[in-house]
Each structure stands twice: as C-alpha cells, then as structure tokens.
C-alpha cells in the first residue's frame, strides 16, 4: 500500500519562500506530482518528478529523493494567488495497486500581505 | 479542447432519491477516473476507468455507488438510493497513461457539488 504525509497549513506573507514537505510509504510508484486547488476549484497539476532531484517550473520547484521517501514543493516570490490547497501525489506501479492514484491530504497555504 | 466536462455543477437532493452525475473526458484520453472529495476524508479515488473498461472499483464505498462508461466520450456515476452523508464534491479526471512522465498527468473536471438533504 501507500500513504503521503503532508503538513496541514503553512502560513507566509507575500513575496517570502514556502517549503511542502511530502513523506510518503509506499511498494513502488512511476513519480511523485503536485497539484494546486483553490477553494471551490478542481485540483490542476504544477510539477511531476519521476527521477531524484529538482525540477523547475517558473516559481514553482519539486524535489524528490527515493532514498528517502521525500519530496518537497518549493513556491518562491509568493503571491496572494498561491493561496490554496496543495496535494502530493503518486501512481502506484505495484501490480497490487496498479492505477490507484494517491492523493496526500493536501497542504492549505495561506499567504498574508 | 474544453477540458474535463462535468455535469450537474450542482446539485440538492433529498435522501432516498438516486443521483446521477456525468463526465466527459479529454478526447483521446485512455483513462478515466471518478473521486469523491470531503473535509474529513480528502480526495478518494473511486474508481477508474481503461479505454471505457471497469479497472478498480475498490474505492466504491458500497453497492449504492455504480460507475458506467459506455463509450470513450462519456461517463456516469449514480448513487441510489443517496444519503446524506454522500454530501461531497466529485470529481472526474482523465489522463493518457498511468505509466509515469506527462502523460499520466490528471486533468480534472470542474466538479459536482452534492447535497443530499
């Protein structure tokens, strides 16, 4: 099976750097993706990693490291848009599980002026 | 391409009557998948579909819940006989592939918002 664990809410103010920590459990996965989500929206995807190390989207950064069953999403030069939900998640590639998207329970960031 | 297309947007229902919600996926999209979104739980995978085919269906809360695909462009999810605590947000999502890189990437629909009173 497989579990993420994501911290609950992250305040910062604008223009400051946010760190989202995502540890997870889990028998095999293809990547770890991120996703944003406003409140009343849909989930919509920012960042996928398949391999070790970061990827870089504009301010948006992910990192992964299998080793350590971590990855992170990095939001730089904050702006009161960044407000929202953010959700780690994996695709199973165990054949037990194969196709059972994983959602962490999502990180609700608040950025104050 | 219009995205992820779900309807009702909304929608308030008394207890005991059946539910039916509708997707229709990116065109040329292979997989599609239904979740159900509350506080408590989070986002739940329901159940996901393969070229209009039932893969998993473990995350169907009970037998009040079905899924059916009948061709490529069209997908529904009823709920009968709904209760209240069906109360959520569902979601439909497809994408290209389940086997890593962009191609497994979820796009989702804008959601039905369900109150079942």
């Known amino acids: 099976g497989q579990s993420l664990e994501q911290p609950s809410e992250v305040t910062a103010v604008e223009g400051a750097i946010v760190q989202i920590n995502c540890t997870y459990q889990?028998?095999?996965?293809?990547?770890l993706s991120w996703y944003q989500q406003h409140d009343g929206g849909a989930p919509t995807f920012l960042s996928y990693?398949?391999?070790?190390g970061l990827e870089e989207t504009g301010r948006f950064s992910s990192f992964l490291s299998r080793s350590d069953s971590y990855g992170y999403l990095l939001l730089q030069e904050l702006q009161m848009k960044d407000s929202a939900s953010y959700f780690c998640?994996?695709?199973?590639?165990?054949?037990?599980?194969?196709?059972?998207?994983?959602f962490g329970a999502g990180t609700q960031v608040v950025v104050t002026p | 391409d219009a995205g992820v297309i779900q309807s009702p947007r909304h929608e308030v229902t008394e207890m005991g009557q059946e539910v039916t919600l509708r997707c229709k996926p990116i065109s040329g999209h292979d997989y599609l998948f239904w979740y159900r979104q509350t506080m408590m739980r989070g986002l739940e995978l329901l159940i996901y579909f393969n070229n209009n085919v039932p893969i998993d269906d473990s995350g169907m809360p009970e037998d009040r819940f079905s899924a059916k695909m009948p061709n490529a462009s069209f997908s529904t999810l009823k709920i009968q006989p709904s209760e209240p605590r069906d109360s959520a947000v569902y979601f439909c999502?497809?994408?290209?592939?389940?086997?890593?890189?962009?191609?497994?990437?979820?796009?989702f629909g804008p959601g039905t918002r369900l109150l079942v009173l």
């Open positions: 998640a994996v695709s199973p590639s165990a054949t037990d599980s194969w196709g059972k998207f994983q």
């Open positions: 999502a497809s994408s290209l592939a389940l086997t890593g890189g962009p191609q497994e990437t979820q796009y």
């Open positions: 990693n398949a391999l070790d």
């Open positions: 889990t028998s095999g996965f293809y990547g």
